[in-house]
């Protein structure tokens, strides 16, 4: 994945960069079904 946004970067932390990726992706998921979800209550 993140070969395909910063081709040429060569980053040795690729694996580590792509795990952050994938837990901030998740968290903004959680966030953002609680503020527009249908059934958030009126939470947002």
Not at 28 to 41: A, Q, R, T
Request: charged share 25%; aromatic share 6%.
């Amino acid at each position: 994945m993140l070969e395909k946004v910063v081709p040429h970067a060569m980053l040795k932390a690729k694996l580590n960069l792509e795990s952050i990726i994938r837990t901030l992706r998740s968290d903004w998921v959680i966030v953002y079904d609680m503020l527009s979800g249908k059934d958030n209550s009126d939470f947002g």
